[in-house]
């Protein structure tokens, strides 16, 4: 039987501190209220919660440490749940979970708004018209498969668009060129994706989650002509998830990065998984956890402002997400290449040839087959530290 522990902080009192490693538990608030604030990153105003909401799940289910700091703004009492619990509390309240995990879908859609914005120094609207940037972008660096692709989605979507006719004139003369694996969502549980095809795109329609089998696939987003990646994503991992729980449009676009194999989750599927697999929905949220852990410290990455230095952290942000020991002497082969790096920090065209050239000089990495060798995985760790810490 189910044991949860009651907690009473009184007002004033710090429940959660970040960059705090006890984070084998989180807190539903029962009575009182909280704020959230977080120190090492720029735009994330306050946040209160009350009864109902939750205090510590990402840093719990995600296994990392605490991204933000929480007081009691009054006497405050809630219930703690240790990660262990989760699926058997899951069992036994169902909304509980579908809260915590639309709460994440939630917050994802306005960390990926931020991230952007912090990366590129500007934002998009979500709407049809994106589709037809991104369809232009890829077009413009020749991966047309998913400019077809996006050509396709912007016609689809919005028929009579202001950049109708030229999207019909542009994917008229590329699909006998191209091969791209879908235009269309087929019935099949599993679906098939070569590499460099586009699984869905930004601002598109579509109500369907996605959770990888085999391959990687990127995670992207366009913003007056650049290009950030805001994950690569491995075999377990989820993704699509915001358009299925929220059902408005996607807020990126989905790439193969690999050829890849993917399990599709369709609303009727999803609701069927929660009321009977709790370990799946327990994998969902620590799935997601993850993702929001790590766009917390993508966020933080962004404010480095010495490119070379975003790049080192970034490359310790992409380890730290394997969940590898980054203890002293412990070597690791990334399948990251540098160009892989400078596009996910977003660098400017004119920055990356410096930066790039740079970093293949450091000494705790060397290139091999273009890919990047950490020799000492605690060296790169305590300068990404530090970086961050200057900003």
């Not at 919660?49 to 799940?57: K, L």
């Not at 007056?224 to 729980?245: R, S, V």
């Not at 730290?320 to 160009?339: G, N």
């Not at 293949?360 to 970086?387: G, M, T, Y």
């Amino acid at each position: 039987m189910l044991q949860l522990q009651i907690s009473k902080f009184n007002q004033g009192t710090y429940i959660v501190v970040e960059g705090k490693t006890d984070n084998d538990h989180f807190y539903i608030i029962q009575q009182g209220y909280v704020q959230c604030t977080k120190a090492t990153s720029t735009g994330l105003a306050p946040v209160k919660f009350g009864p109902g909401d939750f205090v510590g799940v990402v840093p719990c289910m995600s296994g990392k440490s605490q991204i933000e700091t929480a007081i009691a703004l009054t006497d405050v009492v809630a219930i703690s749940v240790k990660k262990d619990q989760y699926p058997e509390l899951i069992v036994n309240n169902t909304p509980v979970a579908l809260k915590i995990i639309k709460t994440f879908a939630n917050r994802m859609r306005v960390m990926n708004e931020m991230l952007t914005k912090a990366t590129l120094n500007s934002v998009v609207q979500d709407s049809y018209e994106q589709i037809f940037n991104v369809a232009q972008y890829y077009e413009k660096n020749r991966q047309l498969n998913i400019a077809a692709y996006a050509y396709y989605q912007y016609l689809k979507t919005k028929p009579t668009g202001q950049n109708g006719v030229i999207a019909k004139q542009k994917f008229i003369s590329l699909k006998p060129v191209t091969n791209v694996t879908h235009y269309e969502p087929t019935q099949d549980s599993i679906r098939e994706y070569s590499k460099d095809n586009m699984i869905f795109s930004d601002s598109q329609r579509g109500a369907d989650m996605f959770i990888i089998q085999s391959g990687q696939v990127a995670i992207t987003k366009i913003v007056d002509g650049k290009e950030i990646t805001l994950a690569l994503l491995n075999k377990g991992d989820m993704f699509g998830e915001m358009a299925l729980l929220e059902n408005k449009p996607r807020s990126a676009s989905a790439i193969a990065h690999t050829d890849c194999r993917l399990m599709v989750v369709n609303i009727h599927n999803f609701n069927q998984m929660v009321s009977t697999q709790p370990q799946m929905v327990s994998k969902l949220t620590t799935t997601l956890a993850e993702r929001l852990w790590s766009m917390y410290r993508q966020l933080d990455n962004a404010a480095i402002s010495e490119p070379l230095h975003r790049m080192i952290d970034m490359l310790a942000l992409q380890i730290e997400k394997t969940k590898v020991e980054m203890v002293a002497k412990a070597q690791y082969q990334t399948d990251l290449s540098p160009e892989d790096l400078a596009t996910m920090c977003g660098l400017p065209k004119e920055q990356q040839y410096k930066a790039i050239y740079e970093f293949r000089s450091l000494p705790v990495i060397r290139i091999v087959n273009n890919k990047i060798f950490v020799k000492d995985l605690f060296e790169l760790s305590k300068q990404s530290a530090f970086f961050r810490k200057q900003n």
